[in-house]
């Protein structure tokens, strides 16, 4: 069976993943444009309500601005859309395809992320994914059917049972993430933040992730 690719991965250039959201293509196109303008590197296409073929078009687009950024772009669920338009990777969620068929599909070439509640989901796919998607940190309106929030306590819990198991990897919180509860969370053990929220409620989307990309790197830069 291919092997995950960490090694494409390095957190030290893409601490933050920003997530896209929007029912609207144009929208999510201008998001990913903006977002990249303020300096992030890491960007996850998620069109929950769209259709496959208007995934496909949306991402044809936005791998033409995350290519011209030199940016890393992460498309979420749709296996095959990842794989024909050339993106970096997919992002699997608990009731997407298992990592390990898209493994199979994808081979070591491309990157998958798992989305992960519990020790218990993380040793479900550890075998699979480049990274996880770890969360909820607290409530958040930008995902339906929200799984039980973690807080700083679940994160703690979490990354040392996966490092006392040597399990080592990179976990991205996620959910309801503010730019103040940046240096907390990262103190608790996740290796990169993923924000969606925090950023398109900002009056400059620009400024708002340039700002948390600095908090990031600052944060790391203290440990």
């Given at each position: 069976m291919p092997t995950p690719s960490q090694n494409r991965?390095?957190?030290?250039?893409?601490?933050l993943q920003f997530i896209t959201n929007g029912h609207d293509g144009d929208e999510c196109v201008e998001q990913v444009r903006r977002v990249l303008d303020g300096g992030c590197l890491w960007v996850q296409l998620r069109m929950k309500e769209a259709g496959e073929a208007e995934v496909e078009a949306v991402a044809a687009k936005?791998?033409?601005?995350?290519?011209?950024?030199?940016?890393?772009?992460?498309?979420?669920?749709h296996v095959g859309v990842a794989q024909r338009v050339g993106a970096s990777g997919v992002h699997?969620?608990?009731?997407?395809?298992?990592?390990?068929?898209?493994?199979?599909?994808?081979?070591?070439?491309?990157?998958?992320?798992?989305?992960?509640?519990?020790?218990d989901d993380i040793l479900a796919v550890k075998d699979?994914?480049?990274?996880i998607g770890c969360g909820p940190f607290r409530f958040t309106t930008t995902k339906k059917n929200l799984a039980p929030t973690l807080g700083l306590d679940g994160y703690q819990q979490i990354v040392w049972q996966c490092r006392s198991e040597g399990?080592?990897?990179?976990?991205?919180?996620i959910g309801g993430i503010t730019t103040a509860d940046i240096p907390d969370i990262l103190n608790a053990?996740?290796?990169?933040?993923?924000?969606?929220?925090?950023?398109?409620?900002?009056?400059?989307?620009?400024?708002?992730?340039?700002?948390?990309?600095?908090?990031?790197?600052?944060?790391?830069?203290?440990?």
């Open positions: 991965l390095n957190f030290s250039h893409f601490p936005v791998k033409a601005l995350t290519d011209g950024a030199g940016a890393t772009l992460i498309i979420d669920d699997l969620g608990k009731k997407d395809m298992k990592p390990q068929d898209a493994r199979q599909m994808l081979g070591d070439k491309f990157i998958i992320g798992g989305t992960c509640n519990t020790f699979a994914v480049d990274y399990i080592n990897i990179p976990i991205v919180a053990g996740p290796d990169g933040i993923a924000l969606s929220g925090e950023i398109l409620r900002a009056e400059s989307i620009e400024q708002k992730t340039y700002e948390i990309v600095n908090a990031i790197n600052n944060a790391k830069a203290a440990e």
